[in-house]
């Protein structure tokens, strides 16, 4: 009988680690994470240049959890109204952004990346525009991959209307 009992408090002790450990997120390497990081990054900023709203989408956080805030405008709170923002200014004609990946803090489930964006218009009111703008974005990692959650533009300098 004891030798019973001991084979079932094993048996059961065996079930409850495997069933714990089916709930963890699969562990990843610094590198590894920094690399999925820095791909996500990218993901968004390509998909801002290329104004594609598809791609764009697919860097959002699937909870829809999102803060845009933009100079001299009101907070957007959630994908959806971050989505809505960016698809009608897809729709302006004839401007490109450059972007730059300033700096990057990666943590295990937030991290923040730091940008430089050179917004450019051929034309607005009868001459060349631009627009120098520093946008910080926050990510925030589920199931292992990174969403953004934040972007933070501030405009640093500009051309005069």
Known sequence: MKKYINYKLILVSLLIIGFSSCNKEKETSKEQNEELFKSAILKHLNAVTAKDSNALKSTMSPNGNMELIQP??????????FMKFHQDW???????????????????KIGVATTEF?????????????????????LEKINNNWYIIKDHASSIEKTKN
């Open 72 to 81: 001299s405008s009101e907070i957007l709170y959630s994908v959806d109204g």
């Open 90 to 108: 897809f729709k302006v004609p004839n401007w490109t952004v450059d972007t730059k990946i300033l700096s990057t803090d990666i943590g295990n």
């Open 118 to 138: 050179l917004y450019k218009e051929p034309e607005r009111n009868g001459k060349p525009y631009f627009n120098r703008l520093i946008v910080s974005y926050t």
